[in-house]
């Protein structure tokens, strides 16, 4: 038998063809589903990869189904012969066989409930935004901002797929004679650059980092420098030129020089003297949240709204504050989170806060959330607790798969992790054990923010025999069948949308981290699990949590006590330690900015309210 010179790795962390061993190994072991063969030719292994990309692709998760940047495939070599047959098989995994997520509802956890209608002012902001205006939306936390933002950037998916079809069609009558022109591809209205100020806030809205997208590296160049660095990168500069809005969520963190910057660059590589070159700017945030992410005190930042081109970008009447607070029903909850928003907390409100130090007993024995300012103290909490039970432990490695960067190029392994861990709450190293308190840091599946204990370990098919069902939604993740998932018993849901079925269990599912064109820049496989016994502040942010028990000892920056207690969906669970008035600390200059045009709008509506209860009889 000819000795194998050749592998070639269909499904793996790079698929490609490779001339040793060692490097395939890389490639596929640990990988979930990993297929590879040897060959004695180079020519019969890189056929058959390619016939398995040809023939796999739609069945794979995109994460997987890339063409590798480090395969050794050339696209002439694609094109020749493919005719010989493999001779030895390596490893090969059925998918067929392997489906842990079957169809059938009555053998899944339904997914939770999309989100809710649109509230009138919700869509009077949706309409205004799709008109083409630029547009600034803030609110207290849990009015709705996110909500309004998933559907603001479905709208404009839906216009931009019509778009991309009349095109098409244009190009169809044009190459057939039936047209004499046919349009260049120029701005497309309805392409939406969807971005955050930060890692984890892109990944939620399912975007990439402003810098990201922006190609400005740290931004930490000036103005000119950097619109001439993204001149030498065409797929940058082209970007900024055929893009027809940009969302930025949570603007709190982005500095005021930053902003002016990125409108200066927009005027010079649109070639236009409007704001941001004619760039449509949506902005979403609340200023009484997380400011910038300054080097030093956070006192020295300046806040977007200070930037010289503010007003010019965001004229007055198109800042517009959402109302109606849905995260907590209680009217008491509600005002004591509006006074400490404003830095007016009364005696009263104090005294109440401070009574919140009692533990609080939760029927079905399952604790709360812990949140503390800083990671230091997050990590010994979850250590010690982890340690402290008795039960084995089981540690689950992250796969993490490199894609291509916003600029072009592809990651090694090495940063394909780095920016998984710098931009998901997901781990590289999960440590569980039973009787861990953890919670679901996934959406689509369940509810995120779902907290729950580990149970047990079982594979799929223990756990179908005992009827406990993977939530439907596997987010495009293969999960071997061998490995033991941990069984979740998470607490029936009061407030949030979903329902959960007590025990669950919890396979590696996959999240993205996205480059600026939308396509994966990395993709980590794991459970999307963490231990919630503690919880930072600034991980917490945009979460909605039913159980919460919270630390303000070490409060470091303003925002932070407020972002912490507006987590809590009620008074009844939720716990404050080491409370003190001097703990809420607002910014001065986001009260100052924020009193006059949150007062308008407030008039403004009064009025509203009194002409429409009005009995006119004009
Ligand atoms: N129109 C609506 N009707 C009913 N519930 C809503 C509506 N809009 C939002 N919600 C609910 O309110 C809760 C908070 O919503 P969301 O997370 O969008 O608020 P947010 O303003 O982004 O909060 P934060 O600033 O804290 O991140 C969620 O449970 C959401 O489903």
Redesign the pocket.
Known sequence: MPKAHWYAVRVGRRPGVYATWQDTEKQVKGFPGAIYKSFPHYKAAEGWQRAGNRLDRSALPSSLSRKSSKSLVTDEELDSNTSEKPFKLVKAVNRSNSDPFPAKNDTVIPPAAS?????PQ?QEILRRIMDGENFFFT??????????LRAIVKAFKEHERAEEAKVEEGWRRYLSGQDKDQEKGGRKRWKLGVTASTGMAAVNIGGTTLHSWSGIGLGELPAQKLYENILRNKITAKRWRTTGAVVIDEISMIDAKLFDKLEIIGRKLRGSSAPFGGLQIILSG?FF?LPPVTKGSSINCNFAFEAESWNRVIPKENMTA?TRV??QKEDKFVKILESMRRGTISHGDVDILRGLKRDVEYPEGIEPVGLYPQKAEVTSINLARLEALDTSLKVFMSCDIPGVNSRGFALDDRQATESCNKNTIWAQELELKVGALVMLVTDGVLVNGSTGTVVDFMTLSEAKAAEIYPPANNSGSNPDQKVAWPVVEFVPSKY??GRLAKKVIIPQMQVDVLNAWGSPEATRHQIPLILAWALTIHKS??Q?LERVKIDLNNIFVEGQTYVAI??AVSLDTLQIMNFSASKVMAHNRVIEWARPFEQEQEEEEEWDDLMANAELDF
Not at 139 to 148: F, N, P, Q, R
């Open positions: 989100d809710p209608d649109l509230s919700q609110g207290s936390a849990g009015t709705g901002k996110s909500v309004l609340d949240q959402l849905f995260r949030a949308s942010q945009g909605t507006s987590r």
